[in-house]
């Protein structure tokens, strides 16, 4: 049973950090393209970030380059987003996406960005 369980979401002030976790099972992670979706209330799902495997090709959206860091421990079958600079434009619930031949999406997690 493939499962992408996200957390570490949360409420930070603007200027503060936060670091998502999805943690994978079910299939094999190290082949696939994982990535960070986000998606703002009336807004379309976005991507964030996507790594295409372990020690592969990073690409970041342009909103987050600078700000955000993506990262896939491979012992842990882990996925990570490192924010740093938050700012309230980034807040959205954020999702964990797994890709190859089959689609896997996490629940979700909220991320809000407020003073």
């Known amino acids: 049973q493939v499962q992408l369980v996200e957390s570490g979401g949360g409420l930070v002030q603007p200027g503060g950090s936060l670091r998502l976790s999805c943690a994978a099972s079910g299939f094999t992670f190290s082949s696939y393209v994982m990535s960070w979706y986000r998606q703002s209330p009336g807004k379309e799902r976005e991507l964030v970030a996507a790594?295409?495997?372990?020690?592969?090709?990073?690409n970041y959206a342009d909103s987050v380059k600078g700000r955000f860091a993506i990262s896939r421990d491979r012992a842990k079958n882990t996925l990570y987003l490192q924010m740093n600079s938050l700012k309230p434009e980034d807040t959205a619930v954020y999702y964990c996406?797994?890709?190859?031949?089959?689609?896997?999406w996490g629940q979700g997690i909220q991320v809000t960005v407020s003073s």
């Open positions: 790594s295409t495997s372990v020690g592969g090709s990073i």
């Open positions: 996406n797994a890709r190859r031949e089959y689609i896997y």
